[in-house]
Structures are given as structure tokens and as C-alpha cells.
């Protein structure tokens, strides 16, 4: 290797000068400047892997604290899962009660199902009594465990900070969770639920509505056999007999269906059959006797006309109905109780035996004067003699309905029945519409009584605040540790990384790709199995519903009240009755205006934070406290010692082994599932 020759000479080279160890004389470097070149290299890559050994072991610290931090909190998500899925259970299982009842109380109120109804309401009773025992267990077991979870949260982060030990290297570390003590209000999951007097109003809804059911049956048969009595020809009927004796035509004469008929339309019937008897009515031949026959006859026609025409029937718009169908005389005591017997309408004359009564003034014994019109009473006292000729008197006069009512050949035999079965009928219809007053004013007082425990059901949901809450502050302390020296030994002089400390930390965040009911289908797939026919009433299963709920339970495709509704629409029976219905439509819209809160069923999911937001969240000063806690932190790997050094009171409220937090009772069975938590896996290793 040749050096420039700045005179221009070629074979001219520099002075050694002591360059020459370095540089040959033909210019060209010497090996001693080559292995000095090599040896610089090598030390200042050996220098080079130092550093970034020494950056990265001091930067794993961080990443521990941040793992540290995300174990903290991810006890903390375990718990809200647990809270969340037994408050959802509370509030569903409530509402599964409630709108038992409320079917329970809408069936009261239907003629017929009174003991339906009382089997619906006693199931809903044990429903909400099951409600607050598992309200009550899982609130105990809810608050034990939140008052656990300080420890829980220390053991599984120093477990995860120890993990980290790598080499000679050892980390200690513990996370405190923010807010450090419960602020959660579980009295949303106390507040008792007290359907009594709800219960109470159905009791005395069924016994006003079995008394409904009898009068209206009592109505219907009543209806029922002067409706036969009138229209059905076995062989003989009112409508038959009116064909035949009278000869009314169709129109006067109309045959009706149950359904269609009333005693308005025998009433009628009778009036135009009277009319056309007194129309058409004559002596069918001139003897006395025939004479005095078709008289009285023609006398009971008219008294009959008039009374049918002073008859009446109307239904009133509360349910009664007003009927006055006459009573026809049949013999002659009950005609004596008539203007048959007392009205002066039987021609009188002036005998030589003194004034004597006949039965019409063709009698060929009226031979004297006229002495006007008089009675039959007049002639019972004596006031006027009997005509020996036409043999006229009361016993004539009563024996003309006599025949036709006692035996089924006569129109008044079937016009007896009808108005006998009238005054059954209006009699029972009065007691319908008293029970249904009776149940209207019930059923408004029960639906009271449903709203008031809707209100007690509807109380603001537990407020879930517990350690952890706002996240968890993770402090990782890293000791000293030697600079391994297998490849730079040779080069550089041993060196150590000097002890180090982090601080991270960790809050919940919703997980956007759990949205619905996520928690409780992840939750409840071992419970589906349970959830099997019960005997509920007329909702069938009691369980089967409270499956419903919790499956619509915050889902986006229907609320709470709308699946309640749903139910209440479902039963058989309501439609036709006017309290039923109007009931139903009444604990539908409390349902509604209770405003029930469902829970956020999102799962939550750990995620790294700045520690200023927690700590600033839990009022403490970012930078002196975070400083404190690395002060505070001894070289312990007991997690309770750590904790307790970071001014975090800890203890296990759970005991030992596997602990029940609560048990869900599963509706219409004597089954109840435990929701057990195993204390050693939760506070792990420790």
C-alpha cells in the first residue's frame, strides 16, 4: 500500500516518524495496526451489548409492575362477574315472582279459576320468598367477598411479580387496589319484597269471583231452560203451541238460538199469541155452556194481553237486568188474587130472585133489566145470585188456565216455566253484578297492593364499588444484578444493574364484544339443565320463565317489562272478562312504570392505565405518593406483609376450601344451585 506523494514523486515516502509500527514501508498497514483495529471493535460492541443488556433489564421492571398490575385487576373483574350475575339473578328472580302474582291475580279475577288462581299466587309467594333468602345469602357472601379481595389482589400480583425472577435477578411486588375498602350499597339486594297484601287481595278476588262463577251459572241455566221452554219442541214448546193454537206466522213467531235468545223474545211471543187468541176468540156453538166457556175464555185472553203488555225486560248497563213477566192465574185461588176477580166486567140483571150475574148478557136466563156490570167478588160476598142458566161464577172463571198450565199441551204450561225461570234468572244476574262490583273494587285495591311491591322491587341496583373499583396501583422493586461477563470479561471490567423500581397500573375497561347477556349465558349454561317443568299454575313453569327473563335479560331485543307483558297477555281466559282485563292492562303498565334498571352485562377486561388517573380518582397527590409506595416496599415475598407495609389492611373473610357465596334456588322445584368459590385458588399459592 502506497501513500500520496504530494511533490509528485512516486518512490517517495513519508518519514516513520514511529508511524511505521502501524504502517509498512510499502505503505500497507501492519498487523499490529490490524489487530488493534480488531481489538477496538471488539470492545466497542462488547461496550454496545452492555448497554442494551443493561436498557432492557431495566426496562423489564415496567413491564413486571404492568403485569403485576393487570393480576391485581383482573381479581377485580372476577368479582364483578360474580356480582353482576347474582344481582341480575336477584332482580330477575323478583320480577319472575312478581309477574307470577300478577297472573295470579289476574286468574283471581276470572269466574272459574279461583283455584288456579290460588296455586299461581302461591307459587309466586314462594318464588319471592326464595327471592330474599338468595337476596340476602348473596349479599352476605358478596360483601365477605369484597372484603377478601384486598388479600386476593396481593397474593395473585406477588405471585405474578415473583414469577418474573429471572437470573440472579428477583422482583418484589404488590398491587393496592383503589378505593382500598368497599364503598359498595348492597341494599338495593336487602330490600325486601313484600307481596302479603297483594296475596291477600287475591284471596278475596278468587272467593268474589267463585261467587261471580255460581251466579252466572246459575244465570245461564235459568236462561237455558226457559230458552228450551220457548224455542225447543220436545215435542212441545212455547213457539210450537203459538203455531197451533194461534196460527202465528214466522214472523211473528221467530225460533232463536241460545245465544241469540232473551225473555224479552218469550214476551213478546206471548203478546202476539194473546192477541190473535182474543182476536179470533168465539162460541163454537149457541148452548150455555159453550157461551159461558168462550166468556171466560175471551176475559182471560184480555186480563193476559194486558198484563204481557204491561211486562217488561231490560238489561242495565252494570250487568242487572229488570224483567216483570206476569204470573197467569191457574186456578181459582190464584185468580182471585186478580182484577179477574175484582174488576166489575160480567153483565148483571134484575131478576125476580133479585140481581144475578152471567156470563154474558145473551144468557137466556137474563131476562129482567139491566142492573149494570159487577164482580165475581160481588158474587162470592153475595151481593148478586149465579145464574142457574149459564152457571157463571169464580170457579169457571179460575178452571180456564187450569187445564192448559198443569198439563204441557197448553201455552200456559211453558209460559209458567219461562216466568219462573225469569225471576231465577234476574235474581242471579243481581248476584253476578254484585260480585263484580265487589271484584272490581278488589281487584283495584290488589292492583294497588302489586304496585306498591313493584316500587320495592324497582329500588336502585346495588351500587358495586368494591376494592379495585377505580383499578389497581402495582409497586415492582428489581435488586441489583451482576452484568453477565462470559463474552465481555476481556474486554470491560465487571459491572452490575443497580436495584430499580416501577410503578403501573391497571383499571376495567367494558369489552365491546361482549354487548347483551353475555355474563349471564357464559354464567348460567350450567344451570339450563335445571331449569326444567315445574308446576307454576297457569303459567306452567314457574322456571321456565324465570329462564325467559334471564335470557332476554339486557338484551337489546326486548326489555324486562315487555317479556313480563308478554306473559300476562298469554293468559287463557282473560279476554271476555272485564275485570281480568282490566286488571291485566293495570299490573302491565306498573310493570312498566317501575322503571327497572338492568344491570351492564358487558364482561370487563383488565387494561393498563396511566397511574395518575387511579390515583388522582382516589385523591392522592401522582407523584409523591407513587414515590412513598416504592419507599414503603420491603424485600418480602409475603403478600400480606407487602400489602400491609403499603398501608393495606388485608384478611380472608371466606375461610378455607371451597365456600358457598350463595345458593340460586331454581323456580318450581325444591332445587337451589351453590355458587361456590374455591378461597385457596383465588388467594393462590399464599
Not at 251466579?215 to 221452554?229: L, Q, V
Not at 187445564?403 to 197448553?410: L, R, V
Not at 364499588?465 to 463474552?487: D, F, H, M
Not at 410503578?503 to 355474563?519: I, M
Request: negative net charge.
Amino acid at each position: 500500500m502506497r501513500t500520496g506523494c504530494p511533490c509528485g514523486d512516486r518512490r517517495r515516502t513519508l518519514p516513520s516518524g514511529g508511524l511505521d509500527v502501524f504502517i509498512g514501508e510499502d505503505g500497507g498497514y501492519t498487523s499490529v495496526a490490524v489487530a488493534l483495529a480488531l481489538l477496538v471493535s471488539l470492545s466497542l460492541t462488547c461496550s454496545l451489548v452492555s448497554v442494551a443488556w443493561l436498557q432492557n433489564r431495566s426496562a423489564d421492571v415496567q413491564a413486571v409492575a404492568d403485569s403485576t398490575a393487570l393480576a391485581g385487576t383482573n381479581v377485580v373483574a372476577s368479582y364483578a362477574t360474580v356480582a353482576t350475575v347474582l344481582d341480575s339473578c336477584v332482580l330477575t328472580l323478583g320480577l319472575a315472582g312478581m309477574v307470577t302474582l300478577g297472573a295470579g291475580l289476574v286468574v283471581s279475577a276470572i269466574p272459574g279459576m279461583a283455584a288456579v288462581g290460588a296455586s299461581t299466587v302461591e307459587a309466586a309467594g314462594k318464588v319471592l320468598d326464595a327471592r330474599g333468602g338468595f337476596a340476602r345469602s348473596a349479599a352476605k357472601g358478596l360483601k365477605a367477598l369484597e372484603a377478601t379481595l384486598p388479600l386476593a389482589i396481593a397474593c395473585r400480583s406477588a405471585a405474578v411479580a415473583q414469577a418474573n425472577e429471572e437470573g440472579s435477578a428477583g422482583y418484589t411486588g404488590v398491587a393496592i387496589p383503589f378505593p382500598t375498602q368497599s364503598q359498595s350499597d348492597f341494599s338495593g339486594l336487602d330490600a325486601e319484597v313484600d307481596a302479603s297484601e297483594a296475596a291477600a287481595k287475591a284471596a278475596e278476588l278468587q272467593q268474589a269471583s267463585e261467587r261471580a262463577r255460581e251466579a252466572d251459572a246459575r244465570a245461564n241455566e235459568a236462561k237455558r231452560a226457559a230458552w228450551r221452554a220457548d224455542c225447543v219442541a220436545q215435542p212441545r214448546c212455547l213457539r210450537e203451541r203459538a203455531d197451533v193454537l194461534a196460527g202465528l206466522d214466522a214472523s211473528q213467531n221467530p225460533s232463536y238460538a241460545f245465544e241469540d235468545w232473551t225473555f224479552g223474545a218469550a214476551l213478546v211471543r206471548a203478546r202476539s199469541y194473546y192477541a190473535a187468541r182474543l182476536l179470533a176468540e168465539a162460541p163454537l156453538s149457541p148452548s150455555a155452556e159453550e157461551l159461558t166457556n168462550s166468556a171466560v175464555r175471551r176475559a182471560f185472553y184480555e186480563y193476559a194481553l194486558g198484563q204481557t203488555r204491561r211486562g217488561r225486560y231490560e238489561e242495565l248497563g252494570d250487568g242487572r237486568v229488570e224483567i216483570e213477566l206476569p204470573s197467569l192465574p191457574a186456578n181459582t185461588e190464584q185468580m182471585r188474587q186478580t182484577t179477574l176477580y175484582t174488576e166489575a166486567c160480567w153483565p148483571s140483571t134484575n131478576e125476580q130472585a133479585g140481581p144475578t150475574l152471567h156470563s154474558t148478557a145473551d144468557c137466556a136466563g137474563a131476562r129482567g133489566a139491566s142492573a149494570g156490570h159487577v164482580s165475581l167478588s160481588q158474587l162470592d160476598a153475595g151481593s148478586v145470585r149465579r145464574c142457574g142458566v149459564c152457571r157463571m161464577d169464580s170457579s169457571a172463571m179460575g178452571s180456564v188456565a187450569a187445564a192448559s198450565t198443569s198439563i204441557d199441551n197448553g201455552f200456559e204450561h211453558y209460559w209458567k216455566t219461562i216466568v219462573d225461570e225469569s225471576e231465577r234468572y234476574e235474581a242471579a244476574r243481581e248476584d253476578l253484578a254484585e260480585a263484580q262490583e265487589q271484584m272490581r273494587g278488589l281487584a283495584d285495591e290488589g292492583a294497588s297492593a302489586f304496585d306498591r311491591a313493584m316500587q320495592a322491587l324497582a329500588v336502585p341496583r346495588p351500587k358495586l364499588c368494591p376494592p379495585g373499583a377505580w383499578g389497581c396501583v402495582a409497586v415492582v422493586t428489581r435488586g441489583s444484578e451482576a452484568v453477565p461477563s462470559q463474552i465481555t470479561s476481556a474486554f470491560l471490567e465487571e459491572s452490575t444493574v443497580p436495584a430499580g423500581a416501577a410503578v403501573s397500573a391497571a383499571t376495567l375497561a367494558p369489552d365491546g364484544d361482549t354487548e347483551g347477556n353475555d355474563v349471564l349465558v357464559r354464567s348460567f349454561e350450567a344451570l339450563s339443565d335445571e331449569l326444567f317443568e315445574g308446576d307454576a299454575g297457569v303459567l306452567g313453569s314457574v322456571g321456565a320463565l324465570w329462564s325467559r327473563l334471564l335470557e332476554g335479560y339486557g338484551a337489546a331485543m326486548g326489555n324486562l317489562d315487555e317479556a313480563a307483558g308478554r306473559v300476562l297477555d298469554g293468559i287463557d281466559g282473560v279476554f271476555g272478562t272485564t275485570v281480568g282485563s282490566w286488571l291485566r292492562d293495570k299490573l302491565k303498565q306498573s310493570i312498566r312504570d317501575a322503571g327497572l334498571e338492568p344491570a351492564d352485562l358487558r364482561l370487563r377486561k383488565p387494561v393498563v392505565t396511566n397511574s395518575q388517573n387511579v390515583l388522582d380518582k382516589a385523591g392522592y397527590d401522582h407523584v409523591s405518593t407513587a414515590r412513598e409506595l416504592v419507599g414503603k416496599l420491603p424485600d418480602s415475598a409475603d403478600p400480606s406483609t407487602l400489602a400491609r407495609a403499603l398501608g393495606q389492611e388485608v384478611a380472608n373473610e371466606l375461610g378455607e376450601g371451597e365456600v358457598t357465596i350463595a345458593e340460586i334456588p331454581i323456580p318450581g322445584t325444591d332445587l337451589a344451585v351453590p355458587l361456590t368459590i374455591d378461597v385457596g385458588q383465588l388467594l393462590g399459592a399464599a
